[in-house]
């Protein structure tokens, strides 16, 4: 691979076997033949077939498919309909929802056809950027977009902004000199790549790259090989679908096994085995997580972002690093005015502005004025009174002009006074830029560059009492200011200027001797700019570390520029603590996961170091959230679990991205983080509320095939009860808003179990020690029913309603883990008090309408019956309580 950056322009020509007067039209046609169109893969659109069938890919659904077509083999064909009933259910809700979400992304998305000026055959001509090859020559001009990757041949006052793809927000002053091999991307000062925007100035360039082979299409192909890990949703229901399969397996086996012992028929033997294996799966689960994602993801729009996909929803709840980066993300991406320093005064625009008697200020209004006047930024649309007004050039000079504007400076005024006769650009060289302007009878040269340079020129200074003599101890203290300013990550500039009687040279000649009037210069002071930090960037920053997730800066600007704003934000680190994309060269991978361990601040990196960034805290274990905007965000977005796009990024960043930012406000990841983890929490609740019914069931069950008795409940019963009468309520618990705590509590860790120690207590041992008595009832009222007067439909229904209420007045209970069911607001969720009166209703209906009396085989229950149904389940509620406040001391402890 040719490295063009490192060639001079002549050989650089030669090496494409092209020249100044570009290609013919007729070698330009082969070469599209050789190398295609100037245009990037287009990325399939998600079908909607392919929304459809990835809301199968579930383990939960797999066994409940598994379940379905075992029970239409054995002809239970009730329990097969029901089971698929709620994998349809599960799969239109998904589908309903993440198409949408996609639907709204592709309306976020504009097309734009670029044009491109080219030469060939000797002349200048305008085509579709798709049609460029490598070879082609093509003209740079402020405004434009660079169409492809090009070697800078000629270039006048060129700057280019490359913030898409290196992340650097300042523009790039371009250069047409040859670069050591080695310069890493973001510091090719003499290259132009493609997509990046061209800010002021002209220039010539060679194309060397198009397509895929540009570095925006390296980083298109960075993000197609990107993996998608699972989410650690996907991954906790992975393992909770891996233990029901173990546990359903070895309860059938043993109810197979002691059935046959005790001579039961094999063949009914089988089909209880399979009631319990129905009894033991919980089949409004599914359903009930993807209501609780859907809301979730309704919740987090609400707050202005789009969740594209339904598991990413939870996921945010998990997370333990976010990875910002900072230009349009904790920063405006807009270059400000922020300090200026004249006349032994220093004052804030801010300050400025509210300062009435500007008179006192005489060298800081001269200082600004310079900087108006020595500008080449434009005011696009200034006076249509139709189209929006946009400023148009290098990002300090429009911070120049829109402060002008703000202070009530009118360039045009100053420039009707004093026109500008000539110019001399700015360059990465010379590094100050001139202008030649045209008093009464005389003329003035107004300057304005970098401090070091402006000084070294200066013999005088401009104060609020006149001109003197600048002495080197002022040289040294302006010095000082400038390079605390650097410090804070500021860009710096001066001004100055020199009166002039005469000219040395005639204004129409081509080449004017600029040293003979650049020296002996008046300097009046020095201007400091910044991009800002976004008005909630800080705040959120600190609710993130408050919610234990530690923030990460990773940015393409350089070392100070990235501590300064790291500082600003709120993030730990000394300036030698920042670790810059030379350093990532030299790391291996095994390095690189022992120094993100330590370090949060990472500047001047590449796409690649964003990605291998990323990699290794997941490695190391973390829950990763990627923030961005650009091209250069791309791959990392795609690698992480959760990539976060603003909604002014890249049509790239969005199609990779988890999350789009509708409102460009970074406070809106925190409410979203939040949202995930009520998300996560209202799974917990709804899983233990599903499975403490399944494995009641269960006990009942199995327990009375191994005593050689009756069942105790019928399959239909169970499945009413985990369909029906669970479902409502269940669905309920996705309306459950945040308790006070939730961005207190530390993040849930990658490999932390979705079933909690203290779910497993009131699952297992509460219900164990709860359903064995519920066991030992059954047993005795079966051997005592004469006494009691009931026969074995009776007791049936009696277990039948019992499961019902203890199951509707539990989720009470459920609504939180730290709170008593005692202090727990229960009129706030309203879908839950309707949920919980239907479904009663419906128990009352399945057992006293001769309908579905018929169907459930059920029977009319007494007073008493009732009476000791609801101590039983006053009973369940003060046992759950117990282990909730036993828990909730202990963390508190």
């Known amino acids: 691979m040719i490295n063009f950056h490192n060639l001079s322009p002549e050989v650089a020509l030669a090496e494409s076997k092209s020249s100044y007067q570009g290609l013919s039209a007729a070698e330009a046609k082969k070469r599209q033949v050789k190398f295609g169109l100037n245009s990037l893969p287009a990325a399939k659109p998600i079908g909607r077939l392919r929304i459809f069938l990835t809301q199968f890919k579930s383990p939960l659904v797999y066994i409940l498919l598994g379940a379905a077509i075992i029970s239409i083999l054995v002809k239970e064909y009730i329990d097969a309909e029901v089971i698929l009933t709620a994998v349809l259910i599960n799969t239109i809700i998904g589908y309903i929802q993440e198409n949408k979400a996609n639907n709204s992304l592709e309306q976020l998305k504009k097309v734009v056809e670029y044009k ?8 200048e001509q305008e085509l579709d950027s798709i049609n460029l090859v490598p070879g082609d020559i093509i003209v740079l001009r402020a405004g434009q977009k660079v169409p492809a990757d090009a070697r800078i041949l000629s ?28 310069t890493v991307l973001a510091d090719r000062k003499n290259m132009a790549y493609s997509a990046t925007e061209v800010l002021s ?28 890990a699972p989410t650690p949703l996907q991954e906790r229901l992975a393992k909770l679908s891996r233990l029901f399969g173990i546990i359903v397996g070895v309860i059938s086996v043993m109810i197979v096994v002691v059935g046959w012992l005790q001579g039961r028929n094999f063949f009914d033997i089988f089909i209880t085995a399979i009631a319990v294996a129905v009894a033991s799966i919980p089949e409004g689960l599914i359903v009930a997580v993807t209501v609780i994602l859907v809301l979730g993801m309704k919740q987090i729009l609400k707050r202005k972002a789009l969740t594209r996909k339904l598991v990413a929803a939870e996921t945010l ?38 300062t009435a008697e500007k008179k006192d200020f005489l060298a800081i209004v001269r200082n600004l004025e310079i900087g108006l006047l020595c500008n080449n930024a434009i005011i696009e649309n200034a006076k249509s009174g139709l189209l929006p007004e946009k400023m148009i050039g290098q990002p300090t000079e429009v911070a120049l002009l829109a402060a002008g504007l703000d202070l009530g400076l009118e360039r045009e005024k100053l420039l009707s006074q004093e026109p500008r006769l000539a110019e001399l650009p700015f360059n990465s060289d010379n590094k100050f830029m001139v202008t030649l302007h045209q008093k009464a009878d005389s003329y003035v040269i107004y300057e304005k560059g970098a401090p070091e340079f402006i000084l070294a020129k200066s013999k005088f200074v401009f104060s609020n009492n006149g001109v003197r003599e600048l002495s080197q101890s002022e040289k040294d203290l302006l010095l000082s200011q400038y390079e605390n300013f650097t410090s804070q990550g500021l860009r710096v500039i001066a001004t100055a200027y020199r009166d002039l009687d005469k000219l040395p040279w005639s204004l129409e000649d081509e080449h004017k001797d600029w040293k003979r009037i650049d020296n002996d210069l008046v300097f009046v002071g020095l201007i400091a700019f910044k991009d800002p930090l976004r008005a909630e960037a800080r705040g ?28 600003e934000v709120g993030l730990d680190g000394k300036s030698e603590d920042v670790i810059t994309g030379d350093v990532l060269e030299q790391t291996d991978d095994s390095g690189l996961q022992r120094l993100v361990r330590k370090h949060n601040i990472f500047a001047r990196v590449s796409p690649g170091h964003k990605l291998r960034i990323v990699e290794a805290l997941k490695h190391n274990g973390e829950v990763v959230a990627m923030t961005g905007d650009g091209l250069n965000d791309s791959p990392a977005l795609k690698a992480a679990d959760i990539g976060v796009c603003l909604g002014s990024g890249t049509d790239v960043a969005k199609e990779t991205s988890d999350l789009v930012l509708l409102d460009n406000n970074f406070q ?17 609740k709804s899983i233990t509320y599903l499975i403490s019914d399944c494995f009641s069931e269960v006990v009942l069950v199995a327990g009375s095939i191994f005593f050689g008795l009756p069942l105790a409940i019928l399959p239909t019963q169970i499945l009413w009860i985990n369909i029906v009468n669970d479902g409502f309520p269940n669905f309920s618990l996705a309306f459950e808003r945040s308790e006070n705590n939730v961005m207190n509590q530390k993040p849930i860790g990658r490999h932390e179990p979705l079933i909690s120690r203290e779910m497993k207590i009131i699952i297992i041992w509460l219900g164990l020690f709860r359903d064995s008595l519920l066991l030992l009832a059954f047993i005795y009222l079966y051997y005592h029913s004469e006494a009691w007067g009931w026969d074995l439909k009776y007791l049936r229904t009696f277990f039948f309603a019992l499961l019902g209420v203890k199951s509707l007045t539990a989720i009470f209970s459920l609504r939180s883990f730290s709170l008593s069911i005692f202090r727990i607001d229960h009129g706030h969720n309203r879908y839950l008090l309707g949920a919980f009166f239907f479904s009663l209703i419906l128990l ?35 046992m759950m309580e117990s282990v909730k406040y036993f828990f909730n001391h202990k963390r508190h402890a």
């Not at 349009?328 to 220093?346: D, I, K, P």
């Not at 959120?540 to 500082?567: M, N, S, V, W, Y």
């Open 116 to 123: 491109a000026l080219v030469i060939r055959d000797g002349r």
């Open 155 to 182: 270039c006048v006052d060129l700057q280019i902004n490359e913030a898409s793809l290196t992340g650097e927000s300042l523009a790039i002053f371009k250069t047409n000199q040859a670069m050591s091999a080695g």
């Open 201 to 228: 100035g002209t220039g010539q360039a060679l194309v060397v790259a198009i397509g895929a082979n540009t570095e925006i299409g390296q980083i298109a192909q960075m993000v197609a090989a990107a993996k998608e």
């Open 317 to 354: 709840g998990s997370i333990t690093v976010i990875c910002s980066d900072k230009t349009g993300t904790l920063t405006e991406g807009n270059m400000r005015l922020a300090h200026m320093v004249a006349g032994g005064q220093e004052i804030s625009l801010a300050e400025f502005k509210l």
């Open 540 to 567: 959120a920053i600190l609710e993130c570390r408050q919610a234990g997730i530690r923030p990460i800066l990773i940015t393409g600007d350089h070392k100070l520029t990235a501590h300064a704003i790291a500082l």
């Open 668 to 684: 809106v990841i925190v409410s979203a983080i939040k949202e995930g983890r009520i998300i996560f929490w209202n799974i917990r």
């Open 844 to 878: 009352i209906l399945a057992i006293y309408l001769p309908l579905f009396q018929g169907i459930l085989q059920t029977k009319a229950l007494g007073v008493n019956a009732w009476l000791l149904i609801l101590l039983a389940a006053f009973i369940n509620i003060l």
